[in-house]
């Protein structure tokens, strides 16, 4: 059980007060989130309303609200008379995913360059730390859900609220994203990419930093397959399940 699960668990017991709805409404969607970053819930998934009451006490209302912010941040999609599913990008969506993190990423990373502290370099390479552990361990899951965070947390730290909240949906967006396109093998993010990056943040070298953050991005939409030509991949479950 993870952080965000237990969460879940600990909020589907408390007292029936807003405080204790609103951290529990949270908790789920965190839940939700976490296994979409560490692709234990994979593009196309139906999320079975009656399922999750079950498992985590909480009512259809609440679900429903759960599964309305994750659908109005692109991550579900909910089909009339058929439920919820966990989206399908196109190859034109994933396209506009990079672009978009193209342009905010290399800013971010160069903002933070002029910004850095001790503190935050140390906070970035602990980071990477949990990485390397992780990859270490051959825990594929945990990697690229901490690949994911790691540009996360340049954004927090570039101290944007507007801007992370963006990077914050395109990471989510990109996990998915990987699911669809990845060729076999690929990493999630590039080992050793992260640390050129955290040395020239600490550096303060802006140029470098912004450089280095375009690279990357381009390493990761390289490691995908997204030549294909159809738009979209295929929704089974509209082909199989028919309401
Ligand atoms: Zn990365």
């Known amino acids: 059980?993870?952080?965000?699960?237990a969460a879940a668990a600990n909020a589907a017991d408390s007292p029936e007060n807003g405080t204790a709805e609103a951290s529990a409404t949270e908790a789920i969607y965190l839940s939700l989130l976490s296994a979409i970053m560490?692709?234990?819930l994979l593009a196309g998934t139906k999320l079975v309303e009656e399922r999750l009451c079950e498992v985590t006490g909480a009512s259809r209302a609440r679900i429903r609200q759960v599964f309305a912010r994750?659908?109005?941040e692109k991550l579900v999609t909910l089909v009339p008379n058929r439920g919820a599913f966990i989206a399908s990008p196109t190859v034109e969506e994933a396209h506009q995913v990079f672009q978009t993190r193209q342009v905010i990423e290399p800013e971010l990373a160069a903002t933070l360059a002029r910004h850095a502290t001790p503190a935050k370099v140390r906070s970035l390479q602990r980071h990477v730390q949990e990485e390397d552990a992780a990859r270490a361990r051959g825990d594929r899951a945990a990697v690229i859900r901490l690949s994911g965070e790691f540009h996360i947390l340049l954004a927090e730290m570039a101290g944007n609220a507007i801007l992370e909240k963006v990077i914050r949906e395109m990471v989510s967006l990109t996990c998915l994203i990987i699911t669809l396109y990845d060729r076999p093998g690929a990493p999630a993010c590039p080992e050793h990419e992260h640390r050129e990056l955290i040395a020239a943040i600490e550096k303060r070298d802006e140029g470098?930093?912004?450089?280095?953050m375009r690279e990357h991005l381009e390493h990761i939409e390289g490691s995908l397959?997204?030549?294909?030509t159809e738009v979209g991949a295929p929704d089974f479950y509209s082909i199989f399940n028919k309401g």
């Open 1 to 5: 059980m993870n952080a965000a699960e």
């Open 38 to 40: 560490e692709h234990r």
């Open 70 to 72: 994750l659908a109005h």
């Open 208 to 212: 470098a930093a912004r450089a280095v």
């Open 225 to 228: 397959d997204l030549t294909v």
